[in-house]
């Protein structure tokens, strides 16, 4: 049977989502479910890998067959990508010990992050990888693993990371793929693109790793078990695959020297592609021959999520009604707020952060509140506490090296041009909304497509994409923003010992 079609998925922090698309990069159709973010405990963020992942998969692939009447048999390959780290560890069966272990939004580690990085040493780990272990790194949650639930860690046979998970369970192959392991500190090498034993020692025995590959290597075929499970033809190629914000950046476009990417997610992730590494640059890219600076905050969509639930039940009440969206209600309050917010400030530390401070002890705050403050402004001050959040990490950027004036903008905050013009103002950049905005899922289509042979090129995915709209930055803005920025600046700097005396 001819082969017309490819099939991506991608796990987010909230859903995970399905997209098959043709060879042209035409989207047939696309479905998505949602899960939940477990929080056992404060600083604790976990997903089942099963009842989330594994049985999301499984439900969206039958979805998809299901509308679009395509034979299994007509999809060429197969990509997946996934929050990292989600670290999993796996019986000889590949059924899950516990639950994951998400990223930085987890901060139970920090000790053994400290602990990794004194045995070490902080000097040699930033030789090594231009930074030190924290707890987006793999390394830390796994010793966590090792030293809180020894029961657990003496039963795991495999590791299993991002997307590993998923693909172990469709092939029987473990597999990671190179952009991804670069998170995996300490044990990562980055000369050898290997493991490295004297790490690995500190950590976990390097045969509890998955194998290292390029994202779209082909490691495997869906099996007949899986076939089974999923809906999928048996013996349907499956590439390696990455961490999403990577695969989302694919699906835009994000994979040539100079290009950059703005995900507005859940959280907030930022990827610069190079020409090759200089300091400070987070290591390979998806793309071979390239290289990314690449990093995120940690409380950004999550942040206006919170805000709806908690401020907003009355939007959330009409549209259970049959009223309007109650996002699309809560953010038009914040329409006609002007810059600045009439004084107030936001710091969305509500997760702790990631960059560029790097600390998860940190909190959020609204600050200036007073009587004329409306809900309206309490959201456009949180798109302002992001933007200026996301300016202070592309001047990291630039101070680095990067050169840029535009990025590209993806991810479900794009659906509200307000906030992505207010981080155009802030942070004076234009920012560019592709009218195919479906996310990672849509890059691990595309990617899987380049292995098969099915797309030409990551070049050809550049050509494929089309505008929906563009934002340029207000410079008679300026003047209010900077000002704003500074306070935003010291606000933290000011605080930051309160913050860490609080539970």
């Known amino acids: 049977m001819e082969k017309k079609y490819l099939y991506g998925f991608d796990i987010g922090t909230y859903e995970s989502k399905g997209t098959i698309c043709d060879f042209s990069g035409r989207v047939v159709a696309t479905a998505a479910q949602g899960h939940v973010l477990k929080n056992p405990r404060p600083g604790f963020a976990e997903h089942d890998p099963i009842g989330d992942w594994w049985d ?72 090594l990888y231009g930074g030190v272990c924290t707890v987006e790194s793999f390394g ?63 950590v976990c025995p390097p045969e509890l790793l998955p194998g290292i590959y390029k994202t779209y290597d082909l490691i495997g075929e869906v099996t007949e078990a899986a076939a089974r499970e999923t809906g999928l033809a048996a013996g349907t190629p499956v590439i390696c695959g990455t961490t999403d914000a990577a695969a989302e950046a694919v699906s835009v476009g994000v994979v040539e020297p100079g290009d950059t990417m703005l995900m507005y997610g859940s959280t907030m992730f930022f990827i610069h592609v190079l020409d090759k590494m200089v300091e400070g640059a987070y290591g390979q890219y998806v793309i071979p021959g390239t290289c990314a600076f690449a990093g995120g905050m940690a409380t950004t969509g999550s942040l206006t999520r ?45 997760l702790g952060e990631r960059m560029p401070l790097q600390d998860p002890n940190a909190r959020g705050m609204f600050f200036g509140l007073n009587l004329r403050h409306t809900r309206g402004h309490m959201v456009k001050a949180a798109f302002e506490g992001i933007g200026y959040g996301i300016d202070q990490n592309l001047s990291l950027l630039r101070r680095r090296g990067a050169v840029f004036s535009a990025a590209t903008a993806v991810g479900g905050g794009t659906k509200t041009p307000l906030w992505i013009q207010t981080v155009s103002d802030i942070c004076g950049i234009s920012q560019q909304v592709p009218q195919v905005t479906v996310g990672a899922s849509y890059g691990d289509a595309l990617m899987a497509g380049i292995a098969v042979g099915a797309v030409r090129s990551p070049h050809a995915i550049k050509e494929m994409v089309q505008l929906r ?34 539970p």
């Open 469 to 502: 709209y563009t934002t340029q930055p207000d410079p008679a803005l300026r003047p209010v923003y900077d000002r704003y920025r500074e306070i935003y600046r010291q606000l933290y700097q000011r605080t930051a010992d309160l913050m860490h005396q609080l």
């Open 306 to 350: 919170w805000l709806r639930d908690n401020f907003a039940q009355d939007l959330l009440e009409r549209e259970k009604a049959g009223g309007g969206n109650a996002y699309d209600a809560l953010f038009a309050e914040a329409q006609n707020i002007p810059a600045g917010s009439d004084g107030l400030i936001v710091l969305p530390y509500f």
């Open 140 to 202: 830390p949650k796994i010793l966590w693993i090792r030293e809180n639930e020894p029961e657990v860690y003496a039963r795991t046979r495999h590791f299993t990371f991002a997307a590993g998970f998923l693909n172990a369970r469709l092939t029987g192959r473990y597999a990671i793929d190179v952009y991804s392991a670069q998170s995996a500190l300490p044990m990562y090498d980055p000369a050898t693109q290997g493991w490295n034993e004297g790490r690995c020692a500190l």
């Open 56 to 127: 999301g998969f499984r439900v969206i692939t039958a979805r998809l067959l299901g509308q679009t009447g395509i034979d299994p048999r007509q999809i060429a390959a197969v990509g997946t990508s996934a929050i990292a780290a989600a670290v999993t560890p796996v019986d000889e069966a590949c059924v899950p010990l516990r639950n994951a272990i998400l990223y930085g939004i987890d901060t139970r580690s920090q000790p053994q992050a400290k602990e990794l990085n004194d045995a070490v040493g902080e000097a040699e780990l930033n030789r």
